[in-house]
């Protein structure tokens, strides 16, 4: 079993819908979640941490949960802009290595 | 605000060549990572180094060796290119403790 795991899609959405993606860890000690966005032949940019108590940037809402060991990120009235590939990111402990998953790609259509 | 910068970035090798990715931060970081990126793999960490004089073999070191020539810089060396280490190649860097990476723009590498 990877120990990041994502849909790999892709997610064709219209304008203005809210899709939201799934991420599966393995390790039920990991401390930190990230997700990054990655636009097409560019470096990965963090988008967000991913709190406990879940949280929210705008249109952009991340959520842990740590009991089935999965986080999910949800996108509202999404916009062109958002087409990318969208990276779940854990670190299994403290200051350890980032272990990203394989990415979820987006497709946002007018 | 240069961040991490990455060369070159684009080169095409023959089976057997050698070359050398350069990678260098000017944030003061601790930590630097090498990434490479292949289509529907994520990214898989090659090498990492947490400090200035160190270094840790990742998940796929097999065919590279690296260097962490000082605080700022960080090469990745392909002794003798593969085809399949034909992949995009991200250098990234974090300060100590910290988990969020910047990244380099990435080196795009073609072993025929």
């Known amino acids: 079993r990877k120990e990041v795991e994502q849909d790999p899609g892709p997610f064709n959405v219209p304008e203005g819908a809210t899709v939201a993606f799934n991420c599966t860890y393995s390790n039920s000690a990991s401390q930190s979640f990230f997700w990054y966005r990655q636009d097409c032949r560019k470096e990965p940019k963090l988008l967000m941490s991913v709190y406990s108590s879940g949280n929210e940037d705008g249109r952009f809402t991340a959520q842990l949960n740590r009991a089935s060991q999965y986080i999910s990120l949800l996108i509202r009235d999404s916009k062109l802009s958002d087409s990318a590939t969208y990276l779940c990111?854990?670190?299994?402990?403290?200051?350890?290595?980032?272990?990203f998953g394989q990415g979820t790609e987006l497709s946002v259509k007018p | 605000n240069a961040g991490v910068t990455q060369t070159p970035k684009f080169q095409v090798l023959k089976t057997g060549q050698s070359m050398t990715l350069q990678c260098a931060q000017d944030m003061n970081h601790n930590s630097m990572y090498w990434y490479r990126q292949d289509p529907g793999m994520g990214l898989r960490l090659i090498y990492y180094?947490?400090?200035?004089?160190?270094?840790d073999k990742g998940e796929v070191p097999n065919g590279y060796n690296v260097s962490r020539l000082n605080k700022r810089e960080f090469s990745l060396r392909l002794e003798s290119a593969a085809p399949s280490q034909t992949s995009v190649y991200f250098c990234?860097?974090?300060?100590?403790?910290?988990?969020?990476?910047?990244f380099g723009a990435g080196s795009r590498l073609t072993v025929l």
């Open positions: 990111v854990v670190t299994p402990t403290q200051g350890g290595k980032l272990i």
């Open positions: 180094s947490a400090s200035e004089g160190t270094t």
């Open positions: 990234a860097s974090t300060a100590s403790g910290a988990n969020v990476l910047t």
